[in-house]
């Protein structure tokens, strides 16, 4: 791709995530699903002007989603995410080991035994955080209790995805189970996310200051912005997710005197990456494989539809485990969960590249990432609305 390409994309990508988003206001629902219809539009199946395979406008995605992940650690109270730590907890792990027993328990009777039965069921565990966390902003809503579960069990999620992510290749690979690889991923991911935090909070005020002094023009944004990169690029070094870090650099700052005047020079910043991450998602999409006039898509439809149903129901399952203190905040969490985003097609692409998965469930797979992250800003609309 030339810088002129680029370029091109980028005006592409703007034009379709604010004009769409602002149709999707004017129509009661989060801004967010305009931006993901806007990616469909002008994406590879219907318009065709958007490829977000491309490498550079994937990484700028990459920035996008790092940049909201951030964001919302800005706005959070770690103070509060700790007293609901539990209730997190158990929301992370329903919504892990209920979808998985149903995607599993579905696929078995539809023929698909043993390892392929495990992926099948393993791809329904993920949450996509960022989708959620940007609707629960657009809402308003970061504040409520619901929302602190829901992020909380969401960054569970993750790090408990990339345990089963592990144990789903070993299988692939060997078709064994490594108990101690299983272990290590755990304990890295958890340590990494306490250690960052504890040690952000004591060095991050020091840091700040001698940025005051330096009294540099853009000094505390590139600070805030380093910070959430260096957290990020740790996470990753140590085999946890780059989402995680850098939602764990804005809790850091979160509890600094600084807080409001970084959030006041993040906002700028993601809204222009932030768009990039949302659009991409839509661009993705394959609307071919809804076509039930071929009936090639026919059998792919149907196991879609089962899965769809587990995904849905096994994450609406997470919010009644949990007793906040309005019952209509259950159905809220539950809802907060559904979507999966890219983190299912992460799980499905290893089985894939193993042979382990078909094309045709491949396919089916796809199809539930994209209803759950389509179903769920207009849900959350609702539920919140209803409230």
């Not at 539990?86 to 080991?97: D, E, H, M, P």
Request: proline share 4%; hydrophobic share 60%; aromatic share 6%.
């Amino acid at each position: 791709m030339t810088f002129y390409e680029l370029l091109a994309d980028l005006l592409v990508i703007f034009t379709a995530a604010k004009l769409l988003g602002y149709l999707a206001q004017r129509f009661g629902q989060p801004a967010v699903l305009g931006e993901l219809v806007g990616g469909v539009l002008v994406g590879v199946s219907v318009l065709g002007l958007v490829d977000p395979r491309v490498e550079v406008l994937h990484l700028l995605a990459e920035i996008g989603v790092l940049i909201l992940l951030f964001e919302i650690g800005l706005e959070s109270d770690l103070d509060d995410l700790i007293k609901v730590g539990w209730q997190s907890t158990l929301v992370g792990c329903v919504g892990i080991a209920v979808p998985f027993a149903l995607g599993y328990v579905v696929m078995s009777r539809l023929g698909y035994e043993g390892v392929r039965a495990v992926f099948i069921g393993a791809t329904l565990t993920a949450t996509s955080i960022g989708i959620t966390a940007r609707v629960l902003s657009d809402l308003g809503k970061m504040d409520t209790a619901a929302a602190k579960i829901i992020i909380g069990a969401a960054v569970i999620d993750d790090i408990l995805g990339l345990v089963i992510l592990s144990v789903v290749q070993g299988l692939a690979q060997t078709g064994e189970v490594s108990l101690l690889g299983i272990v290590k991923t755990t304990a890295l991911a958890l340590g990494f996310l306490v250690v960052a935090i504890l040690v952000g909070q004591v060095a991050a005020p020091r840091l700040l200051k001698l940025v005051r002094q330096m009294d540099v023009r853009g000094g505390l944004l590139l600070f805030a912005v380093g910070l959430a990169m260096l957290f990020a690029y740790l996470a990753h070094a140590v085999g946890s997710a780059t989402i995680v870090g850098a939602f764990a650099a804005g809790l850091v700052l979160a509890k600094t005197d600084d807080r409001h005047p970084i959030e006041e020079r993040v906002r700028p910043l993601a809204d222009f990456f932030v768009p990039i991450f949302f659009v991409t998602i839509g661009a993705a999409v394959d609307v071919t494989v809804f076509d039930p006039i071929d009936p090639a898509n026919r059998p792919v439809l149907g196991m879609a539809a089962l899965l769809i149903l587990c995904a849905v129901a096994g994450k609406l399952v997470s919010g009644l485990v949990v007793k906040p203190t309005e019952p209509r905040q259950r159905l809220a969490i539950g809802v907060g969960m559904i979507p999966r985003g890219e983190v299912g097609l992460v799980f499905a692409g290893v089985g894939l590249a193993a042979g382990v998965v078909s094309a045709e469930v491949y396919a089916a797979v796809v199809a539930v990432v994209i209803v759950t992250t389509f179903l769920a800003p207009p849900l959350l609309k609702l539920v919140f609305s209803r409230r």
